[in-house]
Structure formats: structure tokens, C-alpha cells
């Protein structure tokens, strides 16, 4: 345990407290905006993550070009693919979650979750 | 390889194709697509089945044919195989008992849209049950949830829609810290199959190093997973979405869709991790705590309900804690009894709503309590079905709920710590459980007086008025009392499919 760590593996440290961020805002927020703003914060602090992981100072994509087929030339590809899906993934969950924000919003006229649950409990349907 | 050993791959395959099939069909079509997809499926699983008990092992189906730790895998046991086949005998029983209520509730143009989502649901959990592969498994957990937020939303009104958006949110926080988990294990490891992950665990951990990083991340992919599956706290948009809902979309959701995640979250702890290393981590006291908090709390609510579908809705969050709790016991037979539960709770649980929904049909489709009174004689079979449900979910013996909880109390035995509190647990959620259940088949049994009924204008329904729900209610007990009659040969099968698990 030693709290230098932290400086030299700083960029994962970024990425963890975005994830913080994304998933408190996500949780807490009461306008579904700002929360739909928290889930694509939280889904791309994933993403720095796997492409943290992913990259190796000095090598490059595994396509050989130039005849080099020395392993250490190349990175490993599969957490960039890992992050091409897990795009593909968080933007249609993104546009789910947009289109029953349209739909509560022409219904209710308002972007509070916590407002629109007291309405409907008076409305008692 | 035999042509069996193919059926998998096939029915997750056909299921898939199937979805967005029915989106360019007509809805009378869909339904039959469907239907015939479903039943397709299951009789594969069924051989599958049939195959890996006669072959004694599981088997690894390698997809495109590249090897080991770079292709995507396929891994069958009988566990895999027999899950696939309750799933889809479930899965069809709904189906079948919601067929009314869907063409009354949903729009004409939106009927094959159902059978999009119900098809794509499918494809999720087959390949949520089938694979060996963690990120194939994040993504379809990702599929389920879209496709179950469909099942609720589908039914147009401010309640679903506002329970659709609660419960969006809560499956994209589970799945947020799930992905979280299975980055951290990638990076731990260096693989993304289960079986190379519990390779490089078992190394890591002779050699005794990144023990906190492997504790976080199975602490990280525990938690998302009991949030998908709505574990006591986590369990707020529940009875919304199965309370106004669609019948077969809340029968399927309680029934299927929070038993995939937790089969997943079985798979994680047995053929990822390793059982010995979640033993050890201490995860399971915290979902032994949490489940048995929720299997009071959940009756507790269940009892101040007056609505009868958001009371069988607080049953679940009960029931799911009485999972975790078999999970938190820490043992192989704690386990068992939790797989088993799973299996008992889902056809108990659909034939609660389908009998549910009989009985709201002759009580001029009022939820109320007190509407309910003497429904059992209006509807016979309804009211038969849904006294056959409480008994097993109240445990009487003959019926699979007895089954389960007998499970659980020896699974108890075998752990000096925790057989005090899961005993005294067992105990008091059994009779909070008859508080309600029997309170509403009471309520069902009491003749309601003549005057009343004329002025309220409620119908009597014979058996033969709806024919699908009929079939689908008679099945359904059928299925139970199989279940609490003959449970030795299933309980078999578990316990060699879980040999095979690791």
C-alpha cells in the first residue's frame, strides 16, 4: 500500500473518480437529464479505463504492414474492441433512456422523477 | 462432435433471428412465430438435455472454431441444459395465459412489437445460461434489460412508463458496476473465457498477490448483479413494473428475467472466481445479511398492500431474498437449495399472476382487496390456481415452495454460524407469508352477497371462456406439484449439473 501509486498510475485514478461522478449523478440526480448526463460520464470512464489498459507507450495497432512480426511491436486489440462494444451498448441504453424521457416529459411537463411519481399517486391510477 | 451438441448455439441463434422477424410480420403471426420459436427451443434443450446426462460431462462448443483463450465459447452442462428447458416451459405458459390480456391492453399496431421483445428476452437468457464468456455474458445481460424495459413500457400509461424509467435506472447502475467488475478481472487476468479467468485466480492467489483488486471486483460484479436482480434495497421500481404491467410481461419479469442475472451471478462465484475464493472473501456474509433483511422486509410490504398484483410483486423481492440468503450460506448444498428456489419460485410466481389475473377479470378488473371477496367462486380455477400458488409459496408440503425451504433449512445445519438467524428467518417469513396469502385465499372463499354483486355487475367465468389461460393455469399446477412431489430427480440433476459447473 503506498499512496505514490496513485500518482504514477494517475490516469486510472481519473478514470475511477469519473466513474464516481457518472454513478452518483446517475443515482441522485432528480432531473433525468442530468441523469441520463451521469450514465454516458459513468459509461466513458469505462472506457478510459479498458483504453488505459489497453494502450502500451511506443507499440502500435496489430496490423502488419512493414513485415515486423515481433510480438513486443504490437498492443493487445482486444480492449479496443472491448470499448467499440461497449459503445454500441451505452448508446442505445443512451437512447432508450432519452426516448422515455420525451415520453414522460410530453405526458407530465416535467423532468422530476420524484415530481412525476406524486402525481401519479394523486392521479391514482 | 454430434448434431446435438449444435442445439445451443441453434436455439440462441434462432431466437435471435426470430425477433426481428416478427417486427416486419403481422401480430397474429408474431404470436405464432413465437410461440413455435419457444417450443422449438425447449424441445433442443430438452435433447441437449437428454445428451449431457447420458454423456455424464459438460462440453465446450467453440464458436467460428478458433481455440481457447481467443475465440468465443459456448459451455453445456446439464445444468445449462436443464435451466434452458424450465425457462422456456415457463416462458410458454405465460405466454399462453397473457394472450387476453394482450389484445386487450396493447394496440393493434404495436402486437408484433411484443414478440420482438419476448423473442429477443429469450435470445438473452439462453445466452446468458449458455456462455463461457464474460463480456459476451455483459453484453446480453445489457439485451435483457432493454428488452425488458420494452415488456413494461409496452402497455402505454403513466405508471409504466415512469416504472420503466425507475427501473432503467437501477439496471443501468447493476450494469455499470458489473462491466466495472469485469474490467478489473480482465486486467487482473488477462482473459475474458470463465474457465482461463479461474485459471489465472487460482495462480494469483497461490501466489498471493492482487488479493484486494480480485475482492473489489468480485465485490463490484456481486453488488450490480443483486441490484439487477433487485435485492432488498435495490428494489423500489419493482412493484410498479410488475403491478401495471402487461400480464405476461410481469409474469416473465418476476419469473425469468431476475433468475438470469442471478444464474449469471452463480456461474461468476462457481466457474470464475472459484467458491473457495468467495467463501473466503466474505462477499457472501453481506448477501446472506442483505437477503435475509429482504425476505422480511418484502413480506412486511406485502402485507400493508391492498393491490393484489403489487402484492404478489412484494412477494418477489421475499422470495429473491430467500436466494442470496442460499448463496450467503456458503455452501454447496446452500447453493442447490438457492438453484432450486429459483426454479420453484419461478412457476409459482407466473401461476400467482396468471390465477391473479383470472380473479381481477371477474372482479370488473379492480386490483382492490375487497373486490376480491368470494372471486374464488366466479372463477373456479383461478381461485384453485391461486390457492395452489400461496400454499407452495407459504411452503405446505406436496408443493414446490415446501421443497425449497426444506432445502434451505438443512443446507442451515451445515453452518454452525448462520443456522441460528436463517432458522429464525425461515420461520418468521413462512408465517408473515400465510399472513397474506392466506389472507387473500380467505378473502377468495367468502361468498360475497347477492345484492353486492348484482349492483357491482361482476361476471362469472367458466373454465372453458378462455381457453389458453385455462391451459396455462392447469400446466402451471401440474408443474408445481411435480416440482413438490417428485423433487428428487431434479434435485439430482442440480447437484451433478453443479459438479459440472467448475
Known amino acids: 500500500m503506498n499512496i505514490t501509486n496513485l500518482f504514477t498510475n494517475y490516469e486510472e485514478a481519473v478514470a475511477m473518480i469519473l466513474f464516481g461522478i457518472g454513478f452518483s449523478n446517475l443515482l441522485l440526480q432528480k432531473n433525468l437529464i442530468k441523469k441520463i448526463i451521469g450514465l454516458n460520464i459513468m459509461d466513458t470512464a469505462m472506457y478510459l479505463f479498458l483504453a488505459l489498459k489497453g494502450y502500451v507507450a511506443g507499440r502500435k495497432a496489430p496490423i502488419v504492414t512493414n513485415g515486423i512480426q515481433d510480438v513486443e511491436a504490437y498492443i493487445n486489440p482486444i480492449p479496443s474492441g472491448l470499448v467499440l462494444t461497449g459503445i454500441v451498448v451505452s448508446v442505445s441504453v443512451t437512447a432508450l433512456m432519452l426516448s422515455l424521457t420525451i415520453r414522460l416529459y410530453r405526458r407530465y411537463h416535467s423532468l422530476d422523477l420524484d415530481e412525476i411519481s406524486t402525481r401519479l399517486k394523486k392521479e391514482g391510477l | ?502
Not at chain 2, 463461457?132 to 435483457?144: K, P, S, W
Not at chain 2, 424495459?149 to 447493476?174: F, H, P
Not at chain 2, 445479511?289 to 425476505?295: D, E, L, R, T
Not at chain 2, 410483486?313 to 428456489?341: D, E, K, N, W
Request: overall charge positive; glycine content about 8%.
Open chain 2, 1 to 502: 462432435m454430434q448434431f446435438v451438441q449444435n442445439f445451443p448455439f441453434m436455439s440462441i441463434i434462432l431466437s435471435l433471428f426470430s425477433g426481428p422477424l416478427s417486427s416486419i410480420v403481422g401480430g397474429k403471426a408474431a404470436k405464432r412465430i413465437n410461440l413455435a420459436v419457444i417450443s422449438i427451443i425447449g424441445l433442443m434443450s430438452a435433447a441437449v438435455l437428454a445428451f449431457t446426462i447420458r454423456s455424464g460431462d459438460s462440453y465446450v462448443y467453440t464458436m467460428g472454431h478458433f481455440p481457447a483463450p481467443w475465440g468465443n465459447e459456448i459451455r453445456v452442462g446439464i445444468m445449462e441444459a436443464l435451466m434452458a428447458l424450465i425457462f422456456c416451459i415457463i416462458m410458454l405458459l405465460c405466454m399462453l395465459g397473457g394472450v387476453y390480456e394482450r389484445e386487450r391492453e396493447l394496440e393493434e399496431s404495436k402486437q408484433n412489437l411484443y414478440y420482438v421483445m419476448v423473442n429477443l428476452l429469450l435470445c438473452s437468457l439462453l445466452a446468458l445460461i449458455y456462455t463461457n464468456d464474460l463480456f459476451t455474458a455483459y453484453v446480453f445481460v445489457e439485451i435483457n434489460t432493454i428488452s425488458a424495459c420494452g415488456l413494461i413500457m409496452i402497455k402505454q400509461n403513466g405508471r409504466t412508463i415512469e416504472a420503466a424509467t425507475r427501473y432503467m435506472i437501477m439496471s443501468l447502475l447493476g450494469s455499470g458496476l458489473l462491466l466495472l467488475g469485469i474490467c478489473f478481472l480482465y486486467d487482473l487476468t488477462g482473459h475474458l473465457l470463465m474457465s482461463n479467468i479461474r485459471e489465472q485466480v487460482r495462480i494469483l492467489r497461490a501466489a498471493g498477490t492482487y488479493h484486494i483488486p480480485l475482492l473489489i471486483s468480485l465485490g463490484l460484479m456481486s453488488v450490480g448483479l443483486a441490484i439487477k436482480s433487485a435485492l432488498f434495497p435495490f428494489h423500489s421500481w419493482l412493484p410498479d413494473a410488475y403491478g401495471y404491467s402487461t400480464l405476461s410481461s410481469a409474469a416473465i419479469l418476476s419469473s425469468l428475467v431476475s433468475k438470469g442475472y442471478i444464474f449469471l451471478l452463480a456461474k461468476i462465484f462457481f466457474r470464475v472466481i472459484g467458491f473457495d475464493m468467495v467463501w473466503d472473501s466474505k462477499v457472501v456474509n453481506v448477501l446472506f445479511v442483505f437477503g435475509v433483511a429482504g425476505m422480511i422486509m418484502g413480506s412486511v410490504s406485502a402485507i400493508r398492500e391492498n393491490n393484489i398484483r403489487r402484492m404478489i410483486a412484494y412477494s418477489s423481492v421475499a422470495q429473491i431474498g430467500y436466494i442470496y440468503m442460499g448463496f450467503g450460506l456458503g455452501t454447496t448444498a446452500g447453493v442447490i437449495a438457492s438453484i432450486y428456489h429459483i426454479v420453484s419460485h419461478a412457476a409459482t410466481k407466473s401461476l400467482l399472476f396468471v390465477a391473479a389475473s383470472g380473479i381481477t377479470d371477474v372482479s370488473g378488473d379492480s386490483t382492490d382487496f375487497f373486490d376480491m371477496t368470494g372471486a374464488g367462486y366466479r372463477n373456479k380455477l383461478a381461485g384453485a390456481a391461486f390457492t395452489v400458488g400461496s400454499l407452495s409459496m407459504v411452503g405446505m408440503p406436496m408443493f414446490s415452495g415446501f421443497i425449497s425451504k426444506l432445502l434451505f433449512a438443512q443446507a442451515a445445519m451445515e453452518s454452525t454460524h448462520k443456522m441460528l438467524p436463517t432458522l429464525i428467518a425461515l420461520a418468521i417469513s413462512t408465517i408473515l407469508n400465510a399472513i397474506y396469502f392466506m389472507k387473500t385465499v380467505i378473502r377468495l372463499y367468502t361468498p360475497e352477497k347477492r345484492v353486492v354483486l348484482k349492483k357491482k355487475n361482476f361476471r362469472t367465468i367458466a373454465m372453458t371462456e378462455q381457453p389458453s389461460k385455462s391451459i396455462a393455469l392447469v400446466c402451471f399446477i401440474i408443474l408445481n406439484l411435480l416440482l413438490g412431489l417428485s423433487s428428487e430427480p431434479v434435485i439430482a440433476l442440480f447437484r451433478s449439473g453443479l459438479g459440472m459447473f467448475s
